[in-house]
């Protein structure tokens, strides 16, 4: 997958914006008004339609020159079409958005302070959820500093993350060598790429301001918990097959990410009424549970990695 090469003697921006959306016209607007607003850094804003049939395709039109839009004639699924958006990027790094998340006005400001101080190959930003109009921000409200954590890389995480594609920031160069977002990671596909990329190097959790505003709605795909357990199958399964980096020396911290996963949706399914299914998942990724409980108390025992402070 190798992005169009910047025009001769033209400097790549530092920011690869790729919104992507399906029949979501009543949302993406906001995400691209929010990717356009970001005031200091270098980026652009590639968008790509998978095949809306809800008129999605005419509220492009305003931004003309503004974006780069791609219009699929056939739907592709997510995976397919943020691959798609990232093969025409020319930025250093990848920031995704789905169509019915946004950015907050300082999004691009913190990646750009990290970026320029900590060269990561991964940036894992902070959500806030929120239902309706997107919440108004007060003049004064930008943040001054950022609270972030500095990994060494993916696997060695000990705090939680909120995980969306919308929350995901990646360097061009890991990105490609994993080979992008798997078509059959769906859903659970941020959980899958993140751990194809969990020894790839420096990873960044920021832990304050948030950067993602992300939009509970009926159609959101953790509304789907047959569909969300299926895809942390995927999970388990290239676990056992190996399919994830790092080898034997750090099985127990992918099996904890993974295992708190399994927690997380063992919960949800319970608490939605699946109570066999609840109890068959947590039986196929008890292993996994159990690793994300031993690395549990490892951290209470030993402490957590550090925090950080940087200026804005």
Not at 200 to 224: D, E, F, K, M
């Amino acid at each position: 997958m190798n992005g169009n090469e910047p025009e001769a003697g033209a400097r790549p921006p530092r920011f690869s914006i790729i919104i992507t959306f399906y029949n979501q016209r009543d949302f993406v607007k906001d995400a691209l008004d929010s990717a356009l607003s970001q005031r200091n850094a270098e980026f652009e804003v590639i968008v790509v339609d998978d095949a809306s049939t809800d008129g999605s395709q005419g509220i492009m039109k305003q931004y003309r020159d503004a974006i780069q839009l791609v219009c699929f004639e056939t739907n592709q699924g997510a995976c397919a079409v943020r691959d798609h958006g990232a093969s025409l990027a020319t930025g250093e790094y990848l920031v995704f958005l789905d169509g019915d998340d946004a950015f907050l006005p300082w999004t691009l400001d913190v990646y750009e302070r990290i970026v320029k101080e900590k060269q990561p190959k991964m940036i894992l930003g902070s959500m806030s959820w929120f239902e309706g109009a997107l919440p108004a921000v007060q003049p004064g409200e930008a943040p001054q500093e950022i609270t972030l954590v500095d990994y060494r890389d993916y696997l060695q995480r000990d705090r939680g993350f909120g995980h969306s594609a919308s929350a995901i920031v990646i360097a061009r160069q890991p990105f490609d060598d994993v080979r992008g977002w798997l078509l059959s990671s769906f859903p659970a596909e941020d959980h899958d790429l993140a751990l194809r990329l969990g020894d790839a190097g420096r990873t960044i959790q920021i832990l304050a301001p948030s950067t993602v505003l992300h939009r509970s709605h009926a159609n959101n795909t953790v509304n789907n918990i047959p569909a969300c357990l299926s895809g942390v199958d995927n999970l388990l399964r290239r676990e056992r097959l190996g399919g994830y980096p790092g080898g034997a020396r750090r099985r127990l911290e992918r099996r904890a990410l993974i295992g708190g996963v399994v927690i997380h949706w063992t919960r949800r399914a319970a608490k939605g009424g699946l109570y066999r299914d609840a109890l068959r998942f947590l039986v196929r990724g008890w292993p996994m549970a159990m690793a994300a409980v031993i690395r549990r108390l490892a951290v209470i025992l030993n402490g957590r990695q550090p925090c950080e402070t940087l200026k804005i």
